[in-house]
């Protein structure tokens, strides 16, 4: 859309066609398309005329359809000489079919067929006049003529209703041109429909809109660092020279790492998470990257790859485990080192490196990492100083009709219409404008980083989310899927996990990475209630699991009935079993109950299949195939399954594997464990300080008022919200959920005290006392974030003296008011300043 000044709300826009047509100009169409979208973005994109200008070196410039500039000045009588003027701005000059613009008889701006005929024929005797090619154009909008119902469906249902009768933008034939332009005289109608459209064509070179290759970012020296980080570790823990296993798996790795110019990616990555961990913040690791050595001694993740191993902290002297006995390093029994009398630690989860980057290593790693909620931000600006500003931006999104939405639309189009459609007649028509483009967004943790040498505008053009004008992020305008493989995705998500790992160790003092990971009363939460010292049982509790992460809902309970863990792998195991699909239903859930197998035999992780079958003697690479294929839920081939049938796998195996639809990594599995184990920890010795901080992260649905009435009226509202069955709402199963935490708090001799303007936080829950937590502000239904925070902070200041001093300070409205009225909160305070002398 074209403009000749700005704002764009006191001038008229006009619009045109842009052909890009070499690289130069493919580049200047994205930056254009950039300018529109973030500082010109009027209900629409637009651009100046000053920025068309500007960027249109290597386009071809159209002078646009009806809304065009040189059409509207024919149809408003504008003088000849300013007509030719705006015309020679143009490469070519557009002329498109009368049905297409019958609309401005309809508003009046022209008398009949014949005037817009007249002005076909004008803008082809200007072009000739001015040695200016004219090329008849389509506006093509859909590819049929009666597909223009989709359109309208789609354009009703986004609230347009600038709706077509008939459908008359679609794509004609050439012979159906030829006769729109008839009354050209058939040697300019042929020149206009073909001639000058193949001659436009000719001169648009063959452009992807992508480039081809990878284009990673560059910091200087990074083979080397890498090389020096992992090392140091490798000689810090394992002495120098290391044991022969570890030398050859860092060998193995860092050839493939670095060979491939992956050694960037894992140096970014050491660099974020150690900013993050300087700054107090745990970082999780997400999806392989735990399967990587190296990414380990990087201080990348804190997973550990090699096999289960004893290590001396004194003497470096280690022992492998290697027979397969054993699948973490955490369950080994205590050793003294036999060289120097020291306890030896113990490390080691057992995965392969071919996990991560494939059995040739070549694979592109994904390293995707979960800071905590809060410090997500700072993350992201942090990559921002590395790289510079302009090479850093939100991984873009686009959101497509769904299915849903889909039947909604047409539903209230014919509804409107009074037609009444078959169900066959529906489908058809959600089958047209599903996955078609609704809006934007962004990646709930992606960023790319564009190299230094590069501009985001080599690759793609940017914009604000949801085209929102007043947002401070930019993103790309591609999908980021579109883009991922050419310039570098990073995953650096928010995540709660390492927000509560923070939480608990600013409450309690105890830093979680020297919390011991074998200890007995943690571990005795996953198979039963016996270590969270219950005055009382509370309703429907087996294990005590309730809060935390990856081990509270009632699914994954319910595995651990089924399976009584009493080992660190066990729990891997399990969570490898929760993460997938068709792995434990109707798989190894039958498997254990009859007896067959027990939990440590059972296939949970995709690492489990290649692990067992080299065990068993299988070829390595075949049995990393098997894996890549069971884990994608592929069926085997028959080859295959004879050649499993020839060595010694137990008689339920291969039916196992014919059965899973989907593998959760075992790297993934063991950094949740981790975390979850860490929580699990603090819940035992620290409940004061587990639930202040579970209740904090859940404060959204946190039922202030309904806790403050006592445990009974808790257990009542759950028996209510339980009764619901199939009826009770997503609200209520959350709440239900936070109460059933609440209830054991309770059982464990926990109480809330009542919100109070001298005690209480503004948003978090506080651990006053042993045997209490104190609740915030905000943790009252009716009291908002902004309530919260303006209550804490003139509380700090000063006492209330009344409500209407409490109001005037606060500026909070009825809702709050009422629910620290029914909190009992505002006891006492009398409603008004004003003051009675007796």
Same mark, same amino acid.
């Given at each position: ?18 052909? &890009?047509?070499?690289?130069?100009? #493919? ?187 990878? =284009? ?196 209230? *189009? =014919? ?88 939480? #608990? ?6 830093? &979680? ?16 209630? %016996? ?6 049982? &509370?309703? %429907? ?52 109950? %009859? ?12 690492? +489990? ?9 299988? +070829? ?22 004879? *050649? ?67 445990? %009974? ?102 809702? &709050? ?22």
């Amino acid at each position: 859309q074209l403009d000749t000044e700005w704002p764009k709300s006191k001038n008229e826009s006009h619009n045109a066609l842009c052909y &890009a047509k070499n690289y130069t100009g #493919l580049k200047n169409l994205y930056k254009m398309v950039s300018e529109s979208l973030l500082h010109y973005f009027f209900k629409t994109g637009g651009v100046p005329k000053s920025i068309l200008e500007k960027y249109r070196e290597g386009l071809i410039i159209g002078s646009g359809n009806s809304n065009g500039e040189l059409y509207k000045a024919i149809l408003n009588k504008e003088t000849e000489e300013t007509v030719k003027k705006i015309a020679s701005f143009y490469d070519f000059l557009e002329i498109q079919p009368i049905n297409q613009n019958l609309s401005l008889l309809k508003r009046g701006k022209a008398s009949d067929r014949n005037e817009l005929i007249e002005i076909n024929k004008k803008i082809t005797g200007i072009g000739e006049e001015l040695n200016i090619p004219v090329a008849a154009t389509g506006d093509v909008h859909y590819l049929n003529s009666e597909d223009f119902v989709f359109r309208n469906i789609i354009l009703e249902g986004q609230g347009n209703r600038n709706l077509e009768e008939e459908g008359y933008y679609y794509l004609r034939t050439t012979e159906e041109m030829l006769k729109e332009f008839d009354y050209l005289g058939s040697d300019k109608a042929r020149e206009v429909v073909i001639d000058n459209t193949h001659n436009i064509a000719e001169q648009i070179e063959d452009l992807k809109p992508i480039p081809d290759g990878t =284009f990673p970012p560059v910091i200087e020296g990074s083979d080397e660092e890498l090389k020096n980080l992992t090392y140091t570790k490798a000689y810090n823990i394992y002495g120098n020279p290391l044991p022969e296993l570890v030398e050859k798996r860092i060998d193995r790795e860092l050839t493939s790492i670095i060979s491939n110019g992956y050694a960037v990616l894992y140096i970014i990555a050491q660099k974020l998470v150690k900013r993050s961990n300087e700054d107090g913040y745990l970082v999780g690791s997400r999806g392989s990257v735990g399967s990587s050595l190296v990414a380990f001694l990087a201080d990348i993740t804190e997973v550990n790859s090699l096999p289960p191993h004893y290590i001396c902290s004194e003497c470096n002297h280690s022992e492998f485990i290697l027979d397969g006995s054993y699948g973490s390093g955490v369950d080994l029994p205590d050793k003294i080192c036999p060289k120097c009398g020291t306890l030896m630690k113990r490390d080691g989860f057992d995965i392969p490196f071919e996990v991560f980057l494939g059995f040739e290593g070549d694979k592109e790693p994904d390293i995707d990492l979960n800071f905590a909620g809060e410090y997500q931000s700072t993350a992201h600006e942090y990559t921002e100083e590395m790289f510079g500003k302009g090479k850093v931006f939100r991984a873009g999104t686009i959101t497509t009709i769904a299915e849903n939405t889909a039947f909604g639309y047409i539903k209230k *189009y =014919f509804e409107k219409r009074e037609v009444n459609l078959h169900p066959a007649a529906v489908r058809r028509y959600q089958r047209g404008i599903v996955g078609v483009k609704r809006s934007t967004g962004q990646h709930p943790g992606g960023v790319m980083v564009v190299p230094r040498d590069k501009d985001i505008t080599d690759f793609c053009p940017i914009q604000h989310p949801a085209d929102d004008i007043n947002s401070d992020i930019i993103t790309t305008h591609f999908n980021y899927q579109s883009i991922s493989g050419r310039i570098l995705k990073l995953d650096l998500l928010g995540h709660d996990v390492p927000t509560i790992i923070k939480m #608990l160790s600013d409450l309690t003092g105890v830093d &979680a990475i020297n919390i011991p990971m074998d200890d007995q009363e943690t571990m005795e939460v996953f198979r039963s209630v %016996e270590s969270l010292n219950m005055k009382y049982d &509370a309703s %429907e509790m087996e294990v005590g699991t309730l809060g935390i992460p990856e081990f509270g809902t009632g699914f994954v309970r319910q595995m651990l009935k089924d399976t009584r863990p009493t080992t660190f792998s066990e729990l891997v195991r399990i969570s490898g079993l929760s993460h997938g699909t068709d792995v434990w239903l109707n798989n190894a859930q039958d498997l254990i109950r %009859e007896g067959k197998a027990v939990l440590k035999e059972t296939i949970c992780t995709r690492d +489990d299949i290649m692990l067992f079958l080299i065990l068993k003697g299988l +070829d390595n690479k075949k049995a990393f195939k098997i894996m890549e294929t069971v884990r994608k839920g592929r069926p085997l081939d028959p080859e295959t399954i004879q *050649y499993m049938e020839e060595y010694d796998l137990p008689s339920w195996y291969i039916d196992s594997c014919k059965k899973i639809q989907y593998l959760f990594p075992k790297a993934h599995a063991v950094a949740y464990n981790l975390m979850s184990y860490r929580i699990a920890y603090f819940k035992v010795h620290y409940p004061e300080a587990f639930y202040a901080t579970y209740f904090t992260i859940k404060i959204a649905d946190y039922p202030g008022n309904l806790v403050a009435k006592g445990i %009974e009226a808790i257990k009542d509202e759950m028996e209510r919200i339980k009764s619901l069955g199939n009826d009770v709402s997503p609200k209520e199963k959350s709440v239900y959920n936070l109460l059933e935490v609440i209830e054991e708090m309770y059982a464990r001799g926990i109480e809330s005290k009542p919100v109070s303007f001298k005690h209480s936080d503004k948003l978090r829950f506080t651990v006053p006392e042993k045997g209490f937590i104190q609740p915030p502000f905000r943790a009252l239904e009716g009291v908002s974030d902004s309530h919260s925070i303006s209550i804490y902070k003139e509380a700090q200041n000063d006492e209330f003296i009344s409500i209407q001093e409490l109001v005037k300070r606060t500026k909070i409205n009825k809702v &709050a008011i009422e629910a620290l009225r029914e909190h009992g909160t505002l006891d006492g305070l009398p409603e008004t300043n004003q003051m009675s002398f007796l």
